[in-house]
């Protein structure tokens, strides 16, 4: 990864985030700020146990465009095949390589909705990624489109908790809601904070408090 990084790295739109230096979880957030301080509606949508539906040949393919070395994309082959969730497909989660593959892995999408259905308004964490308008409707358009684009290109399918609202009501994001105005941590993520806290503090108190 010392030496593909910094190639998948050019190949990444400006909007996506995610194991890239200077694009991490703050950053996006203030980003969609940006975009929800400016665009009226909100289309949200995340993959539907994406790590787990990673295609290996479509990611040996998508990696053959970027490096012509074919020791290079057998080792990528070799290493993809350690894992599977079902035959041909899956990377295991929290591992280096499968960070950077998973966030290359929708670059091919990125590309599509900035430069060919022409989405200005648009920001991606990983498998989390939402578009702006001024128009709801144009939003909804872009959804079936969205829908096409993953099941027919990557083999991904969308999350059925697919939200369309205005941008002024907060954008539910990584466990936050942005507001033009300001952030806010989403009362199920302080429960898990406050659970997870809870828990480490009885590990680390002295014996007997």
Not at 128 to 153: G, I, M, P, R, Y
Request: proline share 4%.
């Amino acid at each position: 990864m010392n030496i593909c990084e910094p190639f998948l790295d050019k190949y990444a739109i400006y909007d996506s985030h995610a194991c890239r230096k200077g694009k991490g979880n703050r950053k996006v957030l203030d980003r969609a700020q940006q975009f929800v301080r400016k665009y009226e509606w909100y289309l949200k949508l995340d993959i539907r146990k994406y790590f787990d539906s990673i295609d290996h040949d479509i990611v040996i393919h998508l990696l053959a465009k970027q490096f012509k070395d074919p020791d290079l994309l057998l080792l990528f082959e070799k290493i993809l095949d350690t894992y599977h969730t079902e035959p041909g497909r899956g990377v295991p989660i929290g591992n280096l390589i499968s960070q950077h593959l998973a966030n290359f892995y929708l670059g091919c999408f990125d590309h599509w909705t900035k430069e060919t259905r022409k989405i200005r308004g648009y920001v991606r964490y990983m498998d989390d990624f939402v578009l702006f308008s001024h128009e709801k409707h144009l939003l909804k358009t872009e959804l079936a489109e969205t829908e096409q684009f993953l099941k027919n290109h990557l083999h991904l399918e969308l999350k059925s908790n697919i939200q369309i609202n205005r941008c002024s009501r907060g954008i539910p994001f990584l466990g936050f809601r942005v507001f033009p105005a300001h952030i806010r941590l989403l009362p199920e993520s302080m429960k898990r904070f406050s659970k997870k806290y809870r828990k480490k503090a009885r590990q680390t108190a002295p014996n007997g408090m």
